[in-house]
């Protein structure tokens, strides 16, 4: 069974769109000119979300650490990863939280 996304006419073209909420309660929407590049945005968005992206209680702060932990530094030799000086700095914020 297809779902029926509502439309709009923006410069003579039909866009089809969705609205949702974000975690904020603030007023989303997604839009595209095809009903399957709607549902590839939808499916994009529920995967970040479901990843944790948009949760409030996460900063950017977490974020950079979890990424620079996970992938960046994952590759690098321990002499560049202290060149680079943010491994410090995330080596001792893990022993002030562990303490």
């Not at 989303?28 to 970040?48: A, F, V, W």
């Not at 000086?85 to 080596?91: A, E, H, R, T």
Request: with cysteine.
């Amino acid at each position: 069974m297809k779902i029926k996304y509502p439309y709009r006419i923006k410069n003579g073209k039909k866009y089809y769109y969705y609205e949702y909420r974000d975690i904020f309660g603030n007023r989303c929407e997604e839009s595209s000119p095809s009903i399957e590049g709607l549902e590839i945005k939808i499916k994009n968005r529920q995967q970040l979300l479901s990843f944790g992206v948009n949760i409030p209680e996460t900063t950017f702060e977490d974020y950079l650490n979890n990424f620079l932990t996970t992938v960046h530094f994952l590759n690098l030799k321990p002499k560049r990863k202290n060149a680079i000086g943010m491994y410090s700095i995330i080596k001792s914020k893990a022993r002030h939280w562990v303490s």
